[in-house]
């Protein structure tokens, strides 16, 4: 079962991974060791996804990274916490980012 | 109508000169390449230490049969040396040589030559080889006048009866066809490619942007699978059509196995067939597919429809319905949403081929193949099971089993057929292949490396192996090894990011960021390249 994803923990992308903008698409590949990845195995971030992602550099958690998005789209926190929640659960799911504690 | 006999290719396997005696009443003439000492060929195909020697060999033996031996000067493009009179001087004095050796005939592209051949060497037949492209009795009448003996017309049209009745009958030259070249009728590529070979003997470079030779043909198929019914082979069921306007029937079979030549040249002295098409066919961007089955294209009139077909395409329909009832595509050319279709597809027509050859164990693998993609495993396992009753050495059979337990996380399991599969075949690089992969997975780091190092000494050099001899060093903190194996592997596979993308961690480790960035560039730019051209063609 998936473990609850906590608004305390903090989160850096996985070093098994690259990421880049490509022709305005924010794409995260995985680093292939041969196993079963295949080519498509790629993800794309929209802007926000892009945003949130950003703001994973070890320093903020969760919920830091929340109220920092607050000042730039005008909608309640609650939703944009339920995006990064949701967000988060799909990175782990494919092993792009690594948790390194809670604050 | 006489029985109708064929001309067989040499593929470099001396062993194949024991079917030659086993089928002399069938075979009238064996061609070889001249050796690339002296001049570029058509193909890529090492030819061994020993070839010079083993030429003579080859002469005696055919000679000895009754069989023509036929060296091939097939070479479209000899760069800026080709028209030297040294560079011919060199290739003349071998021909006499090997005329007086028993040499009968010459098959040659470059007009020049077999002008200068005719002159110089009077006895010997010359043929005009496929590469020269005669679609024209106007093309064939200016062979003739340079000396040749027989024409061998293009393959793009081998379905016009009247044109090579024409060419024939204008030219009174002798007249070979093709049989089973797999290449597309007017490929675009084709010209390039054969003139990259012709120079490029055995050095592959890194080519331009993502292409590799083998994916061309692909790059059109992925647009029009149904351009597969375009390839303008002749089926063996319709050989004898062809009496009255041919008189030599050639056989691709170069770069094909002696048990592979041995199962063409079967069915088309039965004149018959009803298997998978690819098993007869030559192209390697016939790669692209997985199947396609003629005993489907025969109750559709297949040869008989094609043959009459103005090409008009978007009218009729008639290939794209043959694609979806005889076609299977090659996954690893689809995308994940295209693959589930395919698979589902495969076991429709593969269970469909199993009512006709029920003892068919390789059919049985594909259809637990294509299940495991479903992620159906108990009915895959059912079909792997059926394979073993009927062969006990199906090494197939063993594969697809251990790559399931790998994908049930059971390693011990996996390791075990692995190995029982080595016991049965010790010198298989494709088993040691899979073992490394399952020691990877099991994190058993250096039995992996000796697994995928065997490997490779057993010429099984997939992209996977070095990426997972990359991983393994790099997991095991051993960077420059891992780059070292990924260098190598970058030899054989220029194109593909994910080698850069390793690359880049083990740069990392080792604190070299800067070289570890011109990897993340190489990197995307092959992976958006790649996804280009995917992108436009799924």
Same mark, same amino acid.
């Given at each position: 079962?998936?473990?609850?994803?906590?608004?305390?923990?903090?989160?850096?992308?996985?070093?098994?991974?690259?990421?880049?903008?490509?022709?305005?698409?924010? =794409?995260?590949?995985?680093?292939?060791?041969?196993?079963?990845?295949?080519?498509?195995?790629?993800?794309?971030?929209?802007?926000?996804?892009?945003? =949130?992602?950003?703001?994973?550099?070890?320093?903020?958690?969760?919920?830091?990274?929340?109220?920092?998005?607050?000042?730039?789209?005008?909608?309640?926190?609650?939703?944009?916490?339920?995006?990064?929640?949701?967000?988060?659960?799909?990175?782990?799911?494919?092993?792009?980012?690594?948790?390194?504690?809670?604050? | 109508?006489?029985?109708?006999?064929?001309?067989?290719?040499? $593929?470099?396997?001396?062993?194949?000169?024991?079917?030659?005696?086993?089928?002399?009443?069938?075979?009238?003439?064996?061609?070889?390449?001249?050796?690339?000492?002296?001049?570029? @060929?058509?193909?890529?195909?090492?030819?061994?230490?020993?070839?010079?020697?083993?030429?003579?060999?080859?002469?005696?033996?055919?000679?000895?049969?009754?069989? *023509?031996?036929?060296?091939?000067?097939?070479?479209?493009?000899?760069?800026?040396?080709?028209?030297?009179?040294?560079?011919?001087?060199?290739?003349?004095?071998?021909?006499?040589?090997?005329?007086?050796?028993?040499?009968?005939?010459?098959?040659?592209?470059? +007009?020049?030559?077999?002008?200068?051949?005719?002159?110089?060497?009077?006895?010997?037949?010359?043929?005009?080889?496929?590469?020269?492209?005669?679609?024209?009795?106007?093309?064939?009448?200016?062979?003739?006048?340079?000396?040749?003996?027989?024409?061998?017309?293009?393959?793009?049209?081998?379905?016009?009866?009247?044109?090579?009745?024409?060419? %024939?009958?204008?030219?009174?030259?002798?007249?070979?066809?093709?049989?089973?070249?797999?290449?597309? %009728?007017?490929?675009?590529? *084709? #010209?390039?490619?054969?003139?990259?070979?012709?120079?490029?003997?055995?050095? +592959?470079?890194?080519?331009?942007?993502?292409?590799?030779?083998?994916?061309?043909? @692909? *790059?059109?198929?992925?647009?029009?699978?149904?351009?597969? &019914?375009?390839?303008?082979?002749?089926?063996?069921?319709?050989?004898?059509?062809?009496?009255?306007?041919?008189?030599?029937?050639?056989?691709?079979?170069?770069? &094909?196995?002696?048990?592979?030549?041995?199962?063409?040249?079967?069915?088309?002295?039965?004149?018959?067939?009803?298997?998978?098409?690819?098993?007869?066919?030559?192209?390697?961007?016939?790669?692209? &597919?997985?199947?396609?089955?003629?005993?489907?294209?025969?109750?559709?009139?297949?040869?008989?429809?094609?043959?009459?077909?103005?090409?008009?395409?978007?009218?009729?329909?008639?290939?794209?319905?043959?694609?979806?009832?005889?076609?299977?595509?090659?996954?690893?050319?689809?995308?994940?949403?295209? %693959?589930?279709?395919?698979?589902?597809?495969?076991?429709?027509?593969?269970?469909?081929?199993?009512?006709?050859? +029920?003892?068919?164990?390789?059919?049985?693998?594909?259809?637990?193949?294509?299940?495991? #993609?479903?992620?159906?495993?108990?009915?895959?396992?059912?079909?792997? #099971?059926?394979?073993?009753?009927?062969?006990?050495?199906?090494?197939?059979?063993?594969?697809?089993?251990?790559?399931?337990?790998? %994908?049930?996380?059971?390693?011990?399991?996996?390791?075990?057929?692995?190995?029982?599969?080595?016991?049965?075949?010790?010198?298989?690089?494709?088993?040691? &292949?899979?073992?490394? *992969?399952?020691?990877?997975?099991?994190?058993?780091?250096?039995?992996?490396?000796?697994?995928?190092?065997?490997?490779?000494?057993?010429?099984?050099?997939?992209?996977?192996?070095?990426?997972?001899?990359?991983?393994?060093?790099?997991?095991?903190?051993?960077?420059?090894?891992?780059?070292?194996?990924?260098?190598?592997?970058?030899?054989?596979?220029?194109?593909?990011?994910?080698? $850069?993308?390793?690359?880049?961690?083990?740069?990392?480790?080792?604190?070299?960021?800067?070289?570890?960035?011109?990897?993340?560039?190489?990197?995307?730019?092959?992976?958006?390249?790649?996804?280009?051209? $995917?992108?436009?063609?799924?």
């Amino acid at each position: 079962m998936a473990k609850k994803i906590k608004l305390e923990t903090v989160y850096v992308p996985s070093e098994d991974v690259v990421s880049r903008e490509l022709e305005g698409e924010f =794409i995260i590949i995985p680093i292939a060791s041969g196993i079963g990845e295949s080519d498509d195995d790629f993800f794309s971030l929209n802007k926000t996804g892009r945003l =949130i992602w950003s703001k994973m550099n070890g320093r903020n958690n969760l919920k830091e990274i929340a109220h920092e998005l607050i000042k730039e789209f005008d909608v309640p926190v609650e939703i944009i916490e339920k995006d990064i929640v949701g967000l988060v659960g799909e990175l782990l799911k494919k092993k792009m980012l690594r948790e390194i504690g809670a604050k | 109508m006489g029985e109708i006999r064929f001309s067989l290719g040499y $593929n470099h396997d001396f062993k194949l000169l024991d079917l030659l005696g086993k089928y002399r009443e069938n075979i009238e003439s064996f061609y070889f390449p001249i050796p690339y000492r002296y001049l570029g @060929s058509g193909r890529l195909i090492p030819q061994g230490e020993g070839y010079y020697e083993e030429i003579n060999e080859i002469i005696k033996k055919c000679n000895f049969l009754k069989i *023509r031996p036929q060296m091939l000067l097939n070479a479209t493009n000899d760069g800026n040396f080709g028209l030297g009179k040294n560079y011919f001087s060199r290739i003349l004095d071998y021909l006499q040589e090997m005329e007086s050796s028993g040499l009968k005939s010459v098959i040659v592209a470059n +007009p020049i030559y077999i002008s200068e051949i005719r002159k110089q060497i009077k006895s010997i037949e010359i043929e005009s080889s496929v590469n020269c492209y005669v679609k024209t009795v106007e093309h064939a009448l200016y062979l003739k006048d340079l000396g040749v003996d027989v024409i061998t017309i293009d393959r793009d049209i081998n379905r016009e009866f009247s044109l090579i009745s024409k060419i %024939r009958l204008k030219t009174g030259l002798k007249i070979k066809v093709m049989l089973n070249e797999g290449c597309l %009728r007017n490929c675009p590529f *084709r #010209n390039m490619h054969y003139n990259f070979l012709s120079l490029n003997v055995l050095k +592959p470079k890194k080519l331009l942007g993502d292409i590799s030779l083998d994916s061309l043909c @692909s *790059r059109v198929y992925l647009r029009h699978p149904e351009k597969v &019914f375009s390839i303008p082979f002749i089926p063996p069921d319709t050989v004898s059509l062809y009496a009255s306007v041919a008189d030599y029937y050639k056989l691709s079979t170069r770069a &094909f196995s002696t048990q592979k030549i041995e199962f063409c040249l079967n069915a088309y002295i039965k004149q018959d067939f009803n298997g998978d098409l690819l098993e007869i066919l030559d192209c390697p961007g016939l790669a692209h &597919f997985n199947y396609i089955d003629y005993a489907v294209l025969k109750k559709h009139n297949f040869f008989s429809k094609i043959s009459k077909c103005d090409n008009d395409c978007g009218e009729c329909n008639y290939c794209n319905k043959l694609i979806k009832k005889a076609v299977i595509i090659n996954s690893n050319y689809l995308n994940s949403d295209a %693959r589930v279709k395919e698979d589902e597809k495969a076991i429709k027509i593969y269970s469909r081929v199993l009512k006709a050859s +029920p003892k068919e164990v390789s059919i049985y693998l594909r259809i637990s193949t294509a299940y495991f #993609n479903l992620k159906k495993e108990k009915r895959a396992l059912k079909y792997i #099971n059926r394979a073993l009753r009927l062969n006990s050495k199906a090494i197939g059979a063993y594969l697809i089993l251990g790559a399931y337990y790998e %994908r049930s996380n059971n390693a011990m399991k996996a390791l075990a057929v692995y190995k029982k599969a080595l016991r049965l075949f010790p010198h298989s690089g494709e088993i040691y &292949f899979f073992l490394g *992969r399952t020691y990877f997975s099991y994190k058993k780091y250096k039995e992996a490396v000796e697994s995928l190092k065997e490997a490779l000494r057993s010429n099984y050099n997939s992209l996977e192996v070095y990426l997972l001899l990359g991983s393994c060093y790099e997991k095991s903190g051993q960077y420059k090894k891992s780059i070292n194996e990924l260098r190598s592997g970058e030899i054989t596979y220029p194109n593909e990011a994910k080698i $850069n993308f390793l690359l880049v961690k083990c740069y990392r480790k080792i604190g070299q960021v800067g070289q570890a960035n011109k990897e993340l560039d190489n990197g995307f730019r092959k992976f958006l390249e790649k996804r280009r051209i $995917n992108g436009e063609e799924n």
